[in-house]
Antibody
């Protein structure tokens, strides 16, 4: 069974940093792209970032480009999201999601982790 | 960026009703479209991928259709467990984008 378990969320002040982790199991991790998707309280879904299976290519939403960095460690079956210069509008539940497509392509997300809440507030 | 426009944003329906949700892309996305169901406090789950392919384990009352710019999710006979919010998502190009969501509530 594929499982994704996020960690690292919490309360951080504006301008601060946080690193999210997503530990994966149940599939050949390096064979699939991985994504981060977020959901602000009471709002819809927003794709944040994606990384290919090898980690060689990364993609970002304009809203986080230059502030967030996605990476992965295939030896640890873990994907990370380093979040810097955090703003109040980054407050959201952050979900890790496996891409269906494969190691170098992106299509849709299955499955998703349970999410980790990031709150940016002073 | 490809904008995804869902309608309606809210549906009030009864058990047994047929429900149709539409999603329109601002440019052609071929069949690179997925539909998700999300219940309160839970992560989304994929129902349909590649516009019309039913995810394993999803009841056959759910179906998807369309290609290009216009897509539809149909629930043929609404069940109590189907009351949730539904989202479409395009996988054609970056940034990957979602529709605004459709909340299906009990009438």
């Amino acid at each position: 069974e594929v499982q994704l378990l996020e960690s690292g969320g919490g309360l951080v002040q504006p301008g601060g940093s946080l690193r999210l982790s997503c530990a994966a199991s149940g599939f050949t991790f390096s064979s699939y792209a991985m994504n981060w998707v977020r959901q602000a309280p009471g709002k819809g879904l927003e794709w944040v970032s994606g990384v290919t299976g090898s980690g060689g290519r990364t993609y970002y939403a304009d809203s986080v480009k230059g502030r967030f960095t996605i990476s992965r460690d295939n030896s640890q079956n873990t994907v990370y999201l380093q979040m810097n210069s955090l703003r109040a509008e980054d407050t959201a539940v952050y979900y890790c999601a496996k891409d269906r497509c494969g190691d170098t392509c992106f299509s849709d997300f299955d499955p998703w982790g349970q999410g980790t809440l990031v709150t940016v507030s002073s | 960026d490809i904008q995804m426009t869902q309608s309606p944003s809210f549906v009030s329906a009864s058990v047994g009703d047929r429900v149709t949700i539409t999603c329109r892309a601002s440019q052609g996305i071929s069949s690179w479209l997925a539909w998700y169901q999300q219940k309160p406090g839970k992560a989304p789950k994929v129902l349909i991928f590649l516009a019309s392919s039913l995810q394993s384990g999803v009841p056959t009352r759910f179906s998807g259709s369309g290609s290009g710019t216009d897509f539809t999710l149909t629930i043929s006979s609404l069940q109590p467990e189907d009351f949730a919010t539904y989202y479409c998502q395009q996988g054609k190009s970056f940034p990957l984008t979602f529709g605004g969501g459709t909340k299906v509530e009990i009438k």
